[in-house]
Every structure is written in C-alpha cells, then in structure tokens.
C-alpha cells in the first residue's frame, strides 16, 4: 500500500501582533527583527480560541479539500507541544470533527512534529491498518513564550495545518524520509517543568509546579538547523532516489529566513522554489508546514504531482525530512 496526501488546510488567530507592537513591549526594532529573522508578524490566540479549536478550523478544511467526510478519517495524529491539555488534545478533536470512527493520539516532536507525524501516519497506511490518516501539526507557543525576553518572544506565534493522507495500490507518493534526534542537546531548546517539593505525609514528598516560560540557545540551534536541515533533506532524496534537481517546492519549518536561505543555498535550490511565510506568521513550530503547504497549494503554487521537500527541526534537538508527490 502507498500513501497519497490528498487535502490540506490551516487556521491561524485573527489578533495580528507587529514588530512595531512588539517595540512597545521590549527592548527590540522592527528592523532588527526583519533583517535578522525575516518575521513581520505574528498571529496570537487569544483567550476565547483553544489549541483544539484551532486544529478542527484546519482539519475541516483539509477534510473537505480531500471531499471526504469525518466519518472517513480512521487515524488522527495531532503533532503538537502545547496541546489544552497535558494528557492530549487529538481526542477532542476528533470529537469537534465528529470523526466518530477514528482513533486520535497526540504526537510530541517540538519543530519536528509535523514531518514525524506525517512519517507516522505512512506506516500506518504502508502496512494497511489504516486507511485514511488526518496529520495536523499545532502550537500556541504564545502561552510559553516569557514575553519580557526579546530573544525568543519575536520569533513565535500560534496556527495550526492538517493534512489528509489516504493509502493508494499502485504507487506510494511518499517518496523519501529520514528522522533523527539528539538527546545531548536536550537543553538548547526547553519549556521545562519547574516543580517544588511538597511533604504530603511524614517522609513522603512529591514534586509539584508548572512549565517554564521557553528557553533557547539560539545561536546553537541556528548552527544545528543549517548544517543538519541539508543532511537531511540529501538523506531523503538519497531513499527517494531523486536528485535536488527533482525538487519542485522546498517547505523548511519556518523559524528564521536565513536558516532558509542557508539552507536553499547548500542545496543549490533557487529561491522560487522555496516556499515561505514567516513573515506573516513567525515561527508557529509543528504548524508551520503545513500553513505554508496550504498556503501554496490554494495559491495555486503547488500542483498534482509536484515533488515537495519538507524539513522539520527543533527542541530535542529533533530533525527529519519528508519528500512527497502531493495529490493522488
Ligand atoms: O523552531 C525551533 C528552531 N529555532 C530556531 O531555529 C532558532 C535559531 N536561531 C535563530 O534564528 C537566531 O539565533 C536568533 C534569531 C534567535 C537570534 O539571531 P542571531 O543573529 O543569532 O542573534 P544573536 O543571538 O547572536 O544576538 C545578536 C545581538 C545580541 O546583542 P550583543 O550581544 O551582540 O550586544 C543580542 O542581545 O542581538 C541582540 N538581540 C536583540 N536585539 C534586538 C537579541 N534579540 C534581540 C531583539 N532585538 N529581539
């Protein structure tokens, strides 16, 4: 069995937040963030919108893109790490869709969580268990930025893309992956818990607190992401037997246009081939290829039978690459 990737959507908050916004807030310029990150805007959720919610605007429309119905979908893999809920949020969405015959999981993988999940959703079908797999990468990293520190409280904001992938019989349009991470850089990227002790009885003590605002060793992750996004990627072609040359669309998660650029460059892919919009929405971690994807294909860019390259990396540090066919 193969796998097609047959819809897509996307939902992104409507409150826009600037540069110019963000000067009001720390010390930062509209020009610093443009040249050094390429960022213009980003979009905030606001407290009467929810992760979930998000999610089921950008499934629905994947869904109806696919002109399938809820009730079609077998699997939902929801790559997020800011899900409402610690314990997962794939089953509440599979409740607001009303796919009342699918199982729905979430997926953690930071950056990397759309391609992982993507990948993940393949096997399912490769091996015929399921059928029809909704793929939705979402983040509200708004929540976990610590907005007093300019060095991270510019890049990021909230959205949400989905993808509908279906088995086909007699070709597998995805082409190519590669994953891999690193625990040893564990710490270049985290939102981590940060607990105090309790004694609950004589001599028995738990730990109790809540996540830390997000911290990240930025230019680490910058080296980390130009010299790996490029392996990658070679990897992925390599399997899929292709060249670079073979690639219509680069997607790169969308964290910094020079990390894209750079990227491009070592690739020698040239830049009307490579896919962005960070500079309306920054850096919206798992969604942000499959926003850009959506984007792309309804802009009438991407086409049935287009060969597109994604790379996912981040928090992990995680990376991995997915090179598709899109359509059927
Ligand atoms: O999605 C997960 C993956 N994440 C990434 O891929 C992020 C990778 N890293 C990056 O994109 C870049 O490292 C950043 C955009 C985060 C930072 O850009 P940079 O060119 O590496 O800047 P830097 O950290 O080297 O800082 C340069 C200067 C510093 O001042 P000094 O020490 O040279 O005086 C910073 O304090 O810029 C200063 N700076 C700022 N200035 C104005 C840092 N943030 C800001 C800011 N506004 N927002």
Redo the contacts with the bound molecule.
Sequence with gaps: MGVSIIGCGSATPTQVMTNDNLSHL????DE??RT??GIQKRHLATTDSSLSELCTQAAQEAIAMARLAPGDIDLIILATSTADDLFGSAAKVQHLLEANNAVAFDLTA??SGFVFGLITASQFIRTGVYETVLVIGADILSRWVDWSD???C??FGDGAGAVVCQGITDHDNLLGFAMYSDGQQHDA?NIGYHGIEKQLKDGLTINQGTYKPIT?K??D??RF?VEKVPEVIEKALFKAQLTTDDIDWLIL?Q??Q??IDAVAKRLKIPSHKVITNLDEYG?T?AASIPLALDEAVRQGKIKSGDVVATSG???GLSWGAAIFRWGI
Excluded: K, Q
């Excluded at 720390?26 to 310029?29: A, D, M």
């Design positions: 720390v010390e930062t310029s610093w963030i050094r990150t930071a950056c300019r060095t991270t510019v890049l990227l990240m930025g230019r992750v910058y992401a998660h964290a910094n020079r990390i850096n971690s990396f981040g928090a």
